[in-house]
């Protein structure tokens, strides 16, 4: 949840008001559904997993979403680029 919060940081209030609100209904929502469908899906494919088959995919699973998590990092704006952003923009609504 820190993260979460973190990633706000710099956003003025209307930005972080509606990022918010954005991924809490699409993101995390949509995420447990799709992991839901996936799970279910495999072990309808395969069948019952045993302790070493869960083991091993769970550390793929974390593993893909380790680099996702790295790769994304690189978008988040820094504080005074998103600052640079909003006044530009506001200029140009002027």
Same mark, same amino acid.
Request: proline share 2%; net charge positive; glycine share 6%.
């Given at each position: #949840? $820190?993260?979460?919060? $973190? =990633?706000? =940081?710099?956003?003025?209030?209307?930005?972080?008001?509606?990022?918010?609100?954005?991924?809490? =209904?699409?993101?995390? #929502?949509?995420?447990?559904?799709? $992991?839901?469908?996936?799970? /279910?899906?495999?072990?309808?494919?395969?069948?019952?997993?045993? %302790? +070493? +088959?869960? /083991?091993?995919?769970?550390?793929?699973?974390?593993?893909?979403?380790?680099?996702?998590?790295?790769? %994304?990092?690189?978008? =988040?704006?820094?504080?005074?680029?998103? +600052?640079?952003?909003?006044?530009?923009?506001?200029?140009?609504? #002027?």
């Amino acid at each position: #949840r $820190m993260l979460d919060e $973190m =990633v706000y =940081v710099p956003l003025d209030f209307e930005s972080r008001f509606v990022g918010k609100e954005i991924i809490g =209904v699409f993101g995390y #929502r949509l995420g447990k559904s799709l $992991m839901s469908l996936s799970l /279910s899906a495999l072990t309808s494919a395969f069948g019952n997993f045993n %302790l +070493q +088959q869960l /083991s091993i995919f769970c550390d793929i699973a974390a593993l893909a979403w380790a680099k996702t998590a790295w790769d %994304l990092s690189s978008l =988040v704006p820094t504080r005074k680029e998103a +600052q640079e952003t909003y006044t530009a923009a506001k200029k140009k609504n #002027r």
